[in-house]
């Protein structure tokens, strides 16, 4: 059996590389290079603190790659657990964390709520601002590149061909079912084709004739001169009510990001991957009302943007959704940490019939006519 895997993400290589594990060969289509989509644009988070318990199911099962990365892949990705941390300064906004916590920790997310002193223990935040805040200590951060370059080296390793600056062109189908893709090098016969696309993969299924609600979002990052130095142990802490959040970088610095705006969506094929001098000045104004790192003195460095690809509620579609085409597509902020669970899942789809590791009933796209997985929170990374 020939798995024809559109796109070279964190997605697309993770997914290769579960399917070599068992034996089924595999062709990456990658119309650049790889990683060259929304997977080296990350900042790198991995948390287990998610408002649905599929996202927390996604999130724990590949906690458990993320965890022995090293260990089978030959590759220290940096991997920290600085934690995240949740703010609420509104009183509905602690009611959500409060009641989103008891779930976690029914899961067994190791998960505590704190008050706003507790939070201080943490991060140099404004106490005053908070009314509360959630802690996640397992949460943490990892570098995305070297991630991408583990999963890619050990999938080609294990006989993974990868075929850059190939663009799929087509999805051809034989009767009912699917028979592989066309590229503008040929065709690739395949028994299965995984749409891994990132915010081209709407693209991608139209190709085999599917109208996915998937909207490519310009997400953007700075990195800050912050005017008081942030340790390398802050949680990346994100303000629930004013959309901002940030986390330690090298020397003191931080990573901001946030997004403040309506849906901003964009041409994956053309947008800006800089980022813009009036967004960077509307986040250090929020970043300085969350936290003292950033008073007056702070200063943008440099920063870039990229892409989320964005359903409407917020959670991916990890199904196969015609015969013999499966989509693993739509992950918002969330594509590289459940990249592991993600690969893994769709391997379980086309060797054993069916998702096995976590149950992603909710992830199908019959929820958009109705049937609901429960909206993750729309401005959370
Ligand atoms: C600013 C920012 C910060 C983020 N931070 C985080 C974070 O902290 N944690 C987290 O988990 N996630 C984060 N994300 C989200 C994460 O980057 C994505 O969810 C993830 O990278 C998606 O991976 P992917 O493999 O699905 O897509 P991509 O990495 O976009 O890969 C898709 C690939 O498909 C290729 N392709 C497209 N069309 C075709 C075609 N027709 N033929 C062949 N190839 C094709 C593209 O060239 C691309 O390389 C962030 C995203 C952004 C933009």
Request: proline fraction near 5%.
């Amino acid at each position: 059996m020939t798995v024809a895997v559109v796109g070279g993400g964190i997605v697309g290589m993770a997914t290769a590389y579960f399917l070599r594990q068992r034996d089924v060969e595999v062709v990456v289509l990658e119309r650049s290079n790889v990683g060259a989509g929304s997977t080296e644009r990350a900042v790198g988070g991995i948390r287990e603190q998610f408002s649905t318990p599929v996202n927390v199911g996604l999130s724990q099962a590949s906690m458990e790659v993320w965890d022995t990365f090293e260990e089978e892949f030959g590759v220290d990705i940096e991997h920290r657990r600085i934690g995240y941390m949740f703010l609420a300064r509104e009183e509905g906004t602690a009611e959500e964390l409060r009641e989103t916590a008891e779930m976690q920790r029914d899961l067994g997310v190791d998960i505590e709520v704190l008050d706003p002193a507790g939070a201080r223990e943490h991060a140099d935040v404004h106490d005053g601002n908070y009314r509360l805040a959630t802690y996640g200590r397992r949460d943490g951060i990892a570098d995305p590149h070297l991630a991408l370059q583990g999963f890619s080296t050990a999938a080609q390793e294990a006989g993974t061909e990868v075929r850059t600056h190939t663009a799929v062109t087509d999805v051809v189908r034989d009767g009912a079912r699917v028979a592989g893709v066309e590229t503008d090098d040929g065709r690739v016969d395949a028994e299965y084709v995984v749409n891994a696309a990132g915010p081209w993969a709407g693209r991608v299924a139209a190709m085999a004739g599917l109208d996915l609600p998937i909207s490519p979002q310009r997400r953007q990052v700075g990195v800050v001169a912050p005017e008081k130095p942030v340790p390398e142990d802050t949680p990346l802490t994100f303000d629930m009510d004013t959309g901002v959040y940030f986390l330690p970088d090298r020397e003191g610095d931080a990573l901001v990001g946030g997004h403040f705006t309506d849906p901003d969506e964009r041409d994956p094929d053309r947008y800006p991957t800089d980022y813009d001098i009036d967004w960077a000045v509307e986040a250090l104004e929020r970043a300085a009302d969350c936290a003292e790192y950033f008073g007056p003195e702070a200063g943008i460095r440099q920063g870039w943007s990229g892409l989320y690809a964005v359903t409407p509620d917020h959670h991916p579609i990890i199904e196969e959704t015609l015969p013999g085409f499966v989509n693993a597509v739509g992950f918002s902020g969330h594509g590289f940490m459940h990249s592991p669970a993600t690969g893994q899942l769709v391997t379980e789809m086309i060797v054993d019939g069916e998702p096995r590791s976590v149950d992603i009933s909710a992830l199908g796209t019959d929820r958009f006519e109705g049937v609901g997985a429960g909206r993750e929170e729309k401005n959370v990374l």
